[in-house]
């Protein structure tokens, strides 16, 4: 969402008329069926659907549709931004209890790459046999994790880094590798034990088994999807569990447990069961925040990923209701603030990419300083590790890839997919 001061406000979904301008709904595109999320709201119907929908609050741009009326009660872009930067900061003002990388990120993305590889090609078996019905090889399953937890315990942030680069016919796949690997490296931050942690890896990487039973045609679809279209959708947590249940494993499994409510939300407004609060495992409540960040800055057929930085900035202003606050506050600890591929402006005026987190300070990572915005212009790339004694430039904000023309400057996230 680009910044247009004091013309974007946040209201409830309450609150929301026909003749609005919807700049942007509050929470994650997978949760309804509007991938389109800018549009003039003209249809009944579709002021129907996103009232009966999950969608609590949302943007709308007064300056392209109507105003709100006075007695309502809406948020400002700047105090919502001031608001969720605060929170934040105070995470990353705490302990950060950095993992000692024992490799550095150039050198675990080589390692990395070729565990995607191998890994991605196991997946694709296992969920063609799961379309069979067939069982889940849990040795194939478990080997993975294995390698995912190997490639976690060396650098925690390559291979999440890597997962990013999807081609769109092995989506879920590689998202079901990502997800495995983040719910292991927030496993760690949250002092989980060996055991533990490997059993939040396997929930994470059987997570989406269902959409082995979405048709293509729906899964990426590149427009709005039906009410019918989006119930299917809805259904692969069932699915899955279905398939996990066929071959003996019971409610009270983590995996069956992560499978069946990584789309439950904190205020019971999300699926299949309603369930709120503490109603809700800790490993489903880490499921569903893994999954919601790999899903949101990945691209897809009908939606370009959001920037990682931007990503966790939304994902906070969404905690309480969708997720929990404390699980949440782990995971940005696990990612750092600015996660690798953040784009962000120094205060020297420069856009840079983060390249690798700090072990001092998760405010000040390592940086490649790539183009001058004074002169419009690339510069010779230059790495600043900003957390280095001494040194004083910093970072002033997140930036948005898509305010920028950036398009002949070769960027991290434009790579050639795993």
């Not at 004091?6 to 919807?22: F, R, S």
């Not at 509007?34 to 969608?55: A, G, M, V, Y």
């Not at 700047?78 to 990388?101: G, N, Y």
């Not at 390559?158 to 990502?178: F, G, N, P």
Request: proline letters at 5%; one cysteine or more.
């Amino acid at each position: 969402m680009r910044e247009t001061d004091g013309l974007l406000k946040k209201i409830g979904v309450e609150d929301l008329k026909l003749g609005m301008y919807i700049a942007e709904f509050c929470g994650s595109w997978m949760e309804h069926p509007f991938w389109r999320t800018s549009f003039l709201l003209s249809n009944p119907k579709d002021l129907e659907r996103i009232q009966s929908s999950s969608i609590q609050a949302l943007w709308i741009d007064c300056s392209k549709g109507l105003d709100v009326d006075h007695s309502v009660k809406a948020v400002t872009q700047a105090d919502e931004h001031a608001r969720v930067s605060s929170q934040l900061r105070a995470v990353a003002e705490t302990d950060p209890h950095p993992h000692q990388q024992q490799v550095s990120m150039e050198e675990e993305l080589l390692l990395a790459k070729k565990t995607l590889v191998l890994s991605r090609s196991a997946m694709a078996e296992m969920f063609a046999e799961a379309r069979m019905g067939n069982a889940v090889n849990m040795t194939v399953a478990d080997n993975i994790v294995e390698q995912i937890s190997r490639s976690i315990d060396r650098n925690p942030h390559a291979l999440i880094s890597l997962c990013r680069l999807k081609k769109v016919d092995e989506y879920t796949y590689m998202h079901s590798l990502a997800v495995s690997g983040m719910m292991m490296a927030l496993a760690r931050e949250l002092a989980f034990d060996e055991g533990q942690i490997r059993e939040a890896g396997l929930a994470g990487l059987l997570h989406d088994l269902g959409k082995a039973f979405i048709p293509l045609d729906i899964l990426n679809k590149p427009g709005k999807l039906t009410d019918q279209e989006f119930t299917i959708i809805k259904s692969h947590p069932e699915q899955g569990t279905a398939v996990l249940h066929a071959q003996g494993m019971k409610d009270d499994s983590a995996i069956v447990d992560v499978c069946l409510h990584h789309h439950e939300k904190m205020d019971g407004s999300g699926y299949p069961a309603n369930l709120n609060g503490d109603q809700i495992s800790t490993l489903a409540r880490m499921g569903a925040v893994c999954d919601v960040y790999d899903a949101i800055t990945s691209n897809r057929p009908y939606k370009a990923g959001w920037d990682p930085a931007i990503s966790l900035h939304k994902m906070m202003s969404w905690t309480g209701h969708h997720f929990d606050p404390v699980i949440f506050q782990a995971f940005v600890k696990t990612l750092g603030i600015y996660p690798i591929g953040s784009l962000v402006r120094l205060s020297s005026e420069r856009l840079a990419i983060v390249e690798e987190q700090s072990q001092a300070s998760l405010l000040k990572p390592i940086v490649k300083a790539f183009y001058s915005i004074r002169q419009s212009c690339a510069i010779t790339p230059i790495v600043i590790d900003l957390s280095r004694p001494g040194y004083e430039e910093s970072i002033i904000q997140r930036e948005d890839p898509g305010d920028w023309d950036l398009e002949r400057i070769k960027m991290p996230w434009q790579s050639p997919p795993v």
